[in-house]
Nanobody, 127 residues
Framework: QLPLVESGGGLVQPGGSLRLSCAAS????????IAWFRQAPGKEREGVSF????????YYADSVKGRFTISGDHAKNTVYLQMNSLKPEDTAVYYC????????????????????WGQGTQVTVSS
């Protein structure tokens, strides 16, 4: 069983919204950095959003700033990604990743920095 499980993906029309969930199993997300990545067909995996469970600081890629919101629920050991005003270019498989050694900085959106991953959830934005 993967340590992280994503859910909430689906098909949505442009301008619509989805909320993705990332639930941890077997370890706590406390003291971890959690990031959402996405990978579209033929493209490299890219970092989308980041949250530090130490101070709840959040960061976003320019492409989603103002439209996506990352948040965490410590009691549920779950991180969410609220995605609003979705565009066709947001279509991708979305993955969450976690690691206790990662801090916000130049490498926070480097996938190789993260030890724990989920299986991904497909988001398709199309009319």
């Amino acid at each position: 069983q993967l340590p992280l499980v994503e859910s909430g993906g689906g098909l949505v029309q442009p301008g619509g919204s989805l909320r993705l969930s990332c639930a941890a199993s077997g370890f706590t997300l406390d003291y971890s950095a959690i990031a959402w990545f996405r990978q579209a067909p033929g493209k490299e995996r890219e970092g989308v959003s980041f949250i530090s469970s130490l101070d709840n600081s959040t960061y976003y890629a320019d492409s989603v700033k103002g439209r996506f919101t990352i948040s965490g629920d410590h009691a549920k050991n779950t991180v969410y990604l609220q995605m609003n005003s979705l565009k066709p270019e947001d279509t991708a498989v979305y993955y969450c990743a976690a690691d206790r050694k990662v801090y916000w900085g130049p490498h926070a959106f480097d996938a190789y920095e993260y030890d724990y991953w989920g299986q991904g959830t497909q988001v398709t934005v199309s009319s």
